[in-house]
Every structure is written in C-alpha cells, then in structure tokens.
C-alpha cells in the first residue's frame, strides 16, 4: 500500500525553499573529476567552443597505421592535440601516415608518432605506454581502433581462427585501455577512452553474404561476437574506472569505405550498393565521417559522458 500523502505534507514547505538548500556534493568525487569540472566551467566563460579543442593533450590511437584509426588521430591533431602516438602491428604505415606526421609538425606545431606493436604483445604494449606517459608527464586519452576481419560460415570457422579474433578484437582492446588507465590512474589526471565497435556489435547485420550457404544466411559471426564483446567491456570499464575521472565510450561505424572494404568489392561487387541498400541514407560512409565522433569523445565536450556507444550508421540499426 502506498503512504498517505498527508504524512509528507508537512514537509513540503521545506523542499520548495530551494534558496536554503545547499549544493549536494559528492564525498568521494575524485581529483580528475573536480578538474574536469573546472575545465568545463572555464570552457563555458569563454566565446565559441573550446571545450572540443584537444590543446596540449597526449593520445594513443591503436590500429592507426592505416585507415580509421589514422583519420582519427589525424582528427585529434587538428583538434589541438600535442602528441599522438600510432600504435599497429603494420611493419610500416600506410603512405598518407608521413604526410599527416610532416604536416603535424610542419603546420600544426604537433607530432604524429608511430610504435610497431601486436596489442597481443602485453609486455611491450605496457612498456611502451609507460614510457609515453613518463615522457610526457600526461595521458589524456586513447582511441582503441586495432580490430581484424576474417569471413568465413559459421559452419567452417576453425577454433583458432576464433580465438585469433578474439584476442586482438576483444583481449587486444582491453589490454590496451588496461595499459592506458592504469597511467592515468598513476597520474591522477583521469582522461577519456574510446573504444571502436561496430554496428555488428548490436544486430546480425545481413550485409555479409557467404556464397556458400543461402543469400539469407550472414557471415562474421566471430566478428560480430567481438565486437557485441567491446561494447559491454566499454559499459563495464567505464562503471570501474569513473571514480578515478576515467571515462570509457564506445563508437559503433556502419559500413565504412577503405582499402580493404575495396577490395572486397572487387570480389565482391554487388556489396557496394547492398551494403548502401542497408541504412536511411542509402550510401556508404567514409572514414572522415567519423572524425567529429573521435574529437567530441576524448574531449571535454563530453565531460559527462560515459559508459555510452555512438552509433553512426546511417541508420542501418533504426530499420
């Protein structure tokens, strides 16, 4: 049964006198989270937006040899950022990696730094974000964008196959946004993570046709599976880790033109206009669609944003 409302009648005179109540304040709200605070009350005074300038900020992009990952971190330069350091497993980056690292110091007074690392390799993956963060003296951010595809039926994936999948799309994620706050936790700086998902984190996309079942029947599921994992990893990370001012999203791109999606065109070719059949907008994105959502997240435009995944495709997901 419901109480009387009467009993709490005589109370209310007191909630209304909203003048004579003091701000509530959190007891256990951390230093990174007061600095926030202040970083965003200071944004607010002054003209234009700068709470989405990155000035002075040091970020790791992971999978930034090449594609998504490299036109982020491109992004994060122009944004302000001071230090962007790469990290791929490509024994070199793709060629535009020296045309955007020459144009960071040449024009924009940054740098563009590239370290050859397995995410799987969790020694050398800690080593060296310690090092950057003890060069630095700062972390303010890491975009995990290193992921694998493989397309095989479901019927047909090998064991170790999976596993491989897994352990750089899933294990490699998270030991990369371990390796990062575990500095900012060292630092007490706090800082913003962002995890790259996918659309197929979210729904059996039927975009991934295998030639050797049904036109009905969808392929990836490995994949899939990894990135449905990176999305709850980020929810989880960001529950733990916000008390220290860490805060954890997710990005989830639809189809996106690269090299390698090109290529799979040119084996593939009715997937281009499928794949663009599949969203509102009857198109596919490009890789620079996604740089306003990589500046937003590691800045402190999203101050009070946490434990969320972007989606942007195209409505692909809202059908």
Same mark, same amino acid.
């Given at each position: 049964m419901l109480p009387s409302v009467g009993r709490f009648a005589p109370r209310l005179p007191g909630l209304l006198a909203m003048s004579s109540v003091r701000p509530l304040r959190c007891a256990h709200q951390s230093s990174p989270a007061k600095a926030a605070l202040r970083l965003v009350s200071s944004a607010a005074s002054q003209p234009g937006?700068?709470?989405?300038? =990155?000035?002075?900020?040091?970020?790791?992009? +992971?999978?930034?040899?090449?594609?998504?990952?490299?036109?982020?971190?491109? /992004?994060?330069?122009?944004?302000?950022?001071?230090?962007?350091? /790469?990290?791929?497993? =490509?024994? %070199?980056? +793709?060629? %535009?990696?020296?045309?955007?690292?020459?144009?960071?110091?040449?024009? =924009?007074? +940054?740098? =563009?730094?590239?370290?050859?690392? %397995?995410?799987?390799d969790v020694p050398r993956l800690n080593e060296t974000v310690q090092q950057i963060a003890d060069r630095h003296g700062r972390l303010d951010g890491l975009i995990a964008a290193a992921g694998i595809q493989q397309e095989t039926s479901a019927l047909e994936y090998a064991a170790e196959d999976v596993e491989k999948m897994m352990s750089v799309n899933v294990t490699g994620v998270f030991m990369t946004a371990q390796?990062?706050?575990?500095?900012?936790?060292?630092?007490?700086?706090?800082?913003?993570?962002?995890?790259?998902?996918?659309?197929?984190?979210?729904?059996?996309?039927?975009?991934l046709i295998c030639p050797q079942v049904a036109p009905q029947e969808t392929e990836g599921r490995a994949y899939n599976a990894s990135k449905a994992a990176v999305l709850q990893l980020g929810r989880n990370l960001a529950s733990e880790w916000g008390s220290a001012g860490i805060r954890v999203n997710t990005i989830s791109p639809g189809y996106i033109v690269t090299a390698m999606t090109e290529a799979l065109f040119d084996k593939y070719p009715e997937r281009r206009q499928d794949w663009a059949n599949g969203n509102m907008l009857g198109r596919l994105s490009k890789p620079e669609e996604y740089r306003g959502a990589a500046v937003f997240l590691i800045s402190s435009a999203s101050s009070f944003m946490t434990g969320a995944d972007l989606r942007i495709d195209g409505g692909h997901c809202a059908w």
């Open positions: 937006l700068p709470e989405f300038r =990155l000035d002075g900020k040091v970020v790791i992009v +992971s999978g930034a040899g090449r594609g998504l990952g490299l036109v982020q971190a491109e /992004a994060l330069l122009d944004a302000g950022a001071k230090e962007v350091h /790469a990290v791929d497993r =490509l024994p %070199d980056p +793709s060629p %535009d990696f020296a045309r955007i690292a020459d144009r960071a110091k040449s024009e =924009l007074g +940054s740098s =563009l730094t590239y370290h050859r690392i %397995d995410v799987r390796a990062v706050a575990r500095q900012m936790v060292r630092l007490k700086q706090g800082g913003s993570i962002v995890l790259i998902g996918s659309m197929s984190g979210t729904v059996a996309n039927r975009g």
